[in-house]
């Protein structure tokens, strides 16, 4: 036998030799997604707590500019972390005061927090006041710190805003920090909550309220919202990555749900 073929026959006995890579067995299949799923929940609960979490709008207190059936994410690295900034059963951690705070919440900024006195519930709001601000609503303008906040009639009857042919007006409020956005009055300036008397906001706390103004349970309230404690604030509302209209459509109805969705609204910047 010439060399080279030699050296052909002893390249073939080397691949025959090559051990075969063995199958799982079902355990070690079993095992090995186990494996994934740990690995995948365990990334996806630490970017929830330590960067952003969903949050979903059930009511309308926020509209127009959230609207029902809206997914959003909050930022939580924007004002550090509190115990409210956890997930469940660590929010009932006896910690508190905030760490790796860099930022505070500035007036017209949209916050999640945590409502003590309904359960520990995740709220969605505008901060209107800031600590030692003081803010009183009279015929339905808001005022803070004694100054009136510029409001301009933008649109008198927006159809359907309060319920099916209940129309309201919208304004556009302007801060004095120059934020700017839309509030709806389904009640005019009678409603319940459109004077009030004056609020002082404590230190350490803020006043929030919804752009819905004659809609929402809010810091207005102090039997049931009142001032929020600062590290109740689990984070600012970001963006919109989802938006579906509830009452197009249901769960269980898939075949409705291209004609639910929102499209406009997806990657909308929260304002």
Known sequence: ????????????????????????????????????????????????????????????????????????VVSK????????SLVY??????????????????RGDIVVFKNRKDGNKDYIKRVIGLPGDTVQMLGGRLHINGKPVEKELINANVPDVCGPGYGAPAYRETLDN???????????DEGHLDNTSAYHVPAGHYFM???????????????????????????????LFFSVDGEKTQFWTVWNWPFAIRYGRIFDPVR
């Open 1 to 72: 036998m010439s060399t080279t073929e030699e050296s052909g026959a002893s390249g073939a006995a080397r691949k025959e030799a090559k051990p075969q890579k063995q199958q799982m067995t079902a355990a070690e299949e079993a095992w090995d997604l186990a494996k994934t799923v740990f690995f995948a929940v365990a990334i996806a609960l630490v970017l929830r707590i330590v960067i952003f979490q969903p949050f979903n709008i059930p009511s309308g207190s926020m509209k127009p500019n959230l609207l029902v059936g809206d997914f959003l």
């Open 77 to 84: 690295p924007t004002f550090g972390y509190s115990r409210a």
């Open 89 to 106: 059963p660590l929010t009932r951690m006896p910690m508190h005061g905030r760490v790796l705070s860099f930022a505070k919440p500035q």
């Open 178 to 188: 120059g934020v700017s956005y839309v509030v709806q009055e389904c009640a005019g």
């Open 209 to 239: 309220m919804g752009d819905n103004r004659d809609q929402s349970q809010d810091s207005r309230v102090i039997s049931q919202v009142g001032y929020i404690p600062e590290d109740a604030v689990v984070g600012k509302a970001e963006r």
